[in-house]
């Protein structure tokens, strides 16, 4: 009976340590983003802030960026760089975001 509750709570702590490991590589993945568009979204004068924009329009502007859709000098060799799955863990991550 212990090894059984033993068992759950590891179970518990593994889901829990899977999770904050999605939550670190959407923050890594956008803090490539920060060169032009601010730290965790929050863009200097000139650039697009991403902070507290709809993840479904980001999603939807970085996957056009990635199709060649939408016309860009930088984004779309960007956005070719991660998965459809990525682009959305990263857009959530910047709707999460504080204005």
């Known amino acids: 009976m212990a090894s059984a509750k033993y068992l759950l709570g590891l179970l518990a702590l593994c889901a829990g340590t ?3 490991g999605e939550n670190l590589n959407s923050r890594n ?3 490539s983003c920060s060169a032009c568009h601010g730290t965790n979204g929050h863009a200097v ?4 802030a991403l902070a507290g924009v709809d993840k479904a ?3 939807n502007t970085m996957l056009e960026f990635k199709s060649g859709k939408r016309p860009a000098t930088l ?3 960007i956005a070719k760089g991660y998965s459809d ?3 959305g863990q990263i857009a959530e991550f910047f709707a999460k975001q504080k204005k």
Do not use: D, K, N, S
């Open 18 to 20: 899977a999770h904050a």
């Open 29 to 31: 993945w956008a803090a």
């Open 45 to 48: 004068t000139g650039m697009a």
């Open 57 to 59: 329009y980001l999603v």
């Open 75 to 77: 984004m779309h060799q």
């Open 85 to 87: 799955e990525q682009i």
